[in-house]
């Protein structure tokens, strides 16, 4: 009874060290995956092999960065699109320009990888 306690024990632990680190490869939403492969697909052509190249993109974009520093990275980068003086932040800030920065590396490693 007690190694039948002891087993049961050690593996709630594990399983919520694998919930976690799934939650964590998967943290993206549906929707944010599809407007990027969507979006890469304009850009690249909208072909069965550009449709798997650009999954892929993603795939490994999500592996290098969180959803949420992805999502920083992308609001900056519109937030920068947009004119007038309060917008300057987005354009001269270290924050903003590290956040572009790494989401930038991200897209280059994916592209070494998936195109």
């Known amino acids: 009874m007690k190694g039948w306690v002891l087993a049961l024990a050690l593996s709630v632990p594990t399983a919520a060290i694998s919930q976690t680190v799934a939650e964590q490869l998967n943290d993206y939403p549906t929707a944010a995956r599809a407007d990027y492969v969507f ?3 304009v850009t690249n052509g909208q072909t069965r092999e ?3 190249r650009c999954a892929c993109s993603i795939d490994e974009i999500a592996s290098i960065l969180s959803y949420e520093q992805y999502l920083e ?3 900056v980068l519109s ?3 947009v004119g007038g003086e309060r917008m300057s932040f987005f354009r ?4 903003a320009e590290n956040m572009v920065a790494d989401l ?4 280059a490693e994916a592209e070494v990888i998936c195109f």
């Open 92 to 95: 001269s800030a270290a924050m």
């Open 104 to 107: 930038r590396r991200a897209q």
């Open 73 to 75: 990275a992308e609001t």
């Open 50 to 52: 550009m449709l798997d």
């Open 79 to 81: 937030m920068r699109r």
């Open 39 to 41: 979006a890469c697909m």
